[in-house]
């Protein structure tokens, strides 16, 4: 067991077969734009705000719970509201009408209703959930609790 363990690292992280190294990614595999370290140095991430990963990285931490806390706005409905081009921004999810998400793949009207109603629910919430689904680097829900 150590044995495989212990050859998994050597091939991930150090001279794996035929003496390659490890290299990871350079460019982002959603968009193609060239990834950048964090200002630690110990992240890679993909600066392009208009990569669909990004977006959608966005969209449902705005959509969780610490937020605006959207029922069902689960990462599968986040990723078919942006694959099919109705939201590209947080703002759009509150100009979306429910014939339009239960249009979507797999939704039915039930949970499209549901869904509306948690975005309609969430204009009555604290505006420092609202801040926390903004995504600003260094504050997290404590910090603009």
């Not at 794996?16 to 968009?31: E, V, Y």
């Not at 409905?77 to 249009?103: P, Q």
Request: aromatic share 8%; net charge negative; proline share 5%.
């Amino acid at each position: 067991m150590l044995k495989g363990v212990a050859r998994f690292f050597t091939l991930a992280f150090g001279k794996g077969a035929g003496g390659m190294s490890f290299h990871p990614s350079q460019t982002c595999p959603d968009c193609g734009t060239k990834l950048m370290r964090t200002e630690e140095g110990t992240e890679w991430h993909c600066p392009n705000l208009d990569c669909p990963a990004q977006i959608r990285a966005h969209i449902e931490l705005s959509c969780s719970a610490p937020a605006m806390d959207f029922a069902g706005g689960d990462d599968v409905l986040v990723a078919e509201l942006v694959g099919s081009g109705l939201v590209r921004d947080v703002a759009e999810l509150f100009r979306l009408k429910v014939g339009e998400i239960a249009a979507l793949p797999g939704m039915t009207q039930e949970s499209a209703q549901a869904f509306f109603v948690a975005i309609t629910a969430s204009q009555k919430r604290e505006a420092w959930g609202v801040l926390f689904g903004l995504h600003i680097p260094d504050i997290g829900d404590a910090e603009a609790e």
